[in-house]
């Protein structure tokens, strides 16, 4: 019974067992108190540290009531010395190169290496060479990751045309589980800031981790892709000449692709025409295709497969890993295949915001 006596009070006494025993707590004399006290405490104490290891895992960041220092002080005084370390994210700068260098290499090969897939770069110099262009390129965002002071992972924005492409995303392969979703926000948010909603990337498809990540951050797959390598068929149709593309080819070819996919992406072409790796297909005196690369980070497009077929017979060489072929073009995956080139590995195309259906021939670039 309520010690003001009220009915209400009254009434919750008796076979209520539950709520019996609550009631009976204030009849607990000042010691017991005081011992109940201390356990609420320290089992207070303790759901908060438990819970902070759980959000730390899952967010990257120090748990809710632990210091910065990586040192806890539990409710009797005792100082748990513990590696906690928050995530700080920061803009990338050239200095950073190494060390996303060596992060980029090793968090491709050791994933790579697990699904017994070659390495996407061949070793530690050529991803040197790609953080270097990166860093060049005023049109690519970069946003690096650290915890405890010591660089784990980076991410790249390319924001050079309407579409903006990610990658590479890569965490050191000790930091994974939460970084990644760091590194994706960030760059999201950034082209939301820059008016860019629409955003594609590349994701080789037995990557189980980044196909969840990217899809629970709101990217769709588009396109499976097969990643085709070997030596290009010197194949040549009859009234379709491949050359090398120059500035003056720049509005035929925006406008070739703004045909197909609805947008131009005149800024990687000019990229592709200043490294000397550009061609077009003429077909009637037409622009009936373009390629900035025939390889990894080229892309191409063409009015229809004759273009396209003849752009790759006519590249001379694939750069890269392989070119990306849209593997549900049966055609041209089987004119492929049936002219010696492999599939090195399958792909997925993904976009968020924004997607026209292709309306012609394409390879898409490890960006999108
Ligand atoms: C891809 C990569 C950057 C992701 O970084 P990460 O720190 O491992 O990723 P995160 O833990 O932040 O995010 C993975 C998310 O997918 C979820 N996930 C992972 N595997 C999953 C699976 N098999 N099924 C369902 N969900 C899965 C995780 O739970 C997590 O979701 P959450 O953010 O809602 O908790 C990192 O693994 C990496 O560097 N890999 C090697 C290089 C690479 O493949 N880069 C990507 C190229 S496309």
Same mark, same amino acid.
């Given at each position: ?146 915890? !405890?002071?010591? +660089? ?7 924001? @050079?045309? /309407?579409? =903006?492409? $990610?990658? &590479? ?48 951050? !709101?990217?769709? +797959? ?7 390598? @070997?030596? /290009?068929? =010197?194949? $040549?149709? &009859? ?66 497969? $004759? ?62």
């Amino acid at each position: 019974m309520r010690r003001d006596g009220s009915p209400l009070a009254a009434s919750q006494t008796g076979p209520r067992r539950g709520r019996g025993s609550l009631a009976n707590k204030t009849d607990l004399n000042p010691e017991d108190l005081s011992r109940l006290h201390f356990l609420l405490v320290l089992l207070r104490d303790a759901a908060d540290f438990v819970s902070g290891l759980v959000g730390e895992a899952a967010s990257g960041s120090a748990p809710a009531g632990v210091p910065g220092s990586g040192r806890w002080s539990g409710p009797a005084g005792a100082v748990i010395s513990r590696t906690m370390t928050s995530l700080t994210l920061r803009p990338g700068r050239p200095d950073d190169a190494g060390s996303l260098a060596d992060i980029c290499y090793t968090a491709f090969a050791t994933l790579n290496a697990r699904h017994h897939f070659p390495p996407d770069f061949p070793n530690r110099d050529v991803a040197a060479g790609l953080m270097a262009f990166l860093f060049g390129n005023p049109n690519v965002y970069s946003v690096v990751a650290e915890q !405890g002071g010591r +660089v784990v992972g980076s991410n790249f924005l390319w924001t @050079g045309d /309407p579409i =903006a492409g $990610v990658g &590479p995303i890569t965490v050191a392969p000790e930091a994974q589980g939460g970084v990644g979703r760091r590194l994706m926000e960030d760059v999201l948010a950034r082209a939301a800031e820059r008016g860019q909603p629409n955003v594609r990337l590349v994701q080789a498809a037995f990557n189980t981790t980044s196909m969840s990540l990217y899809t629970k951050l !709101g990217f769709d +797959v588009r396109e499976p892709l097969a990643c085709m390598n @070997g030596t /290009p068929p =010197a194949v $040549v149709f &009859p009234g379709y000449a491949v050359r090398p593309a120059t500035a003056d080819d720049a509005a035929a070819c925006a406008d070739l692709c703004r045909r197909v996919h609805g947008h131009d992406r005149t800024g990687e072409l000019m990229g592709g025409v200043a490294q000397g790796a550009a061609k077009v297909v003429v077909h009637g005196g037409k622009v009936v295709g373009y390629t900035t690369d025939l390889g990894f980070f080229g892309h191409s497009v063409a009015l229809d497969n $004759v273009a396209l077929m003849a752009l790759i017979g006519g590249a001379g060489r694939i750069s890269g890993p392989g070119f990306l072929l849209p593997s549900r073009n049966g055609e041209a995956f089987r004119w492929c295949l049936t002219h010696g080139l492999r599939v090195v590995q399958p792909l997925t195309l993904m976009s968020r915001g924004l997607y026209n259906e292709p309306r012609g021939a394409f390879l898409p670039s490890i960006l999108f």
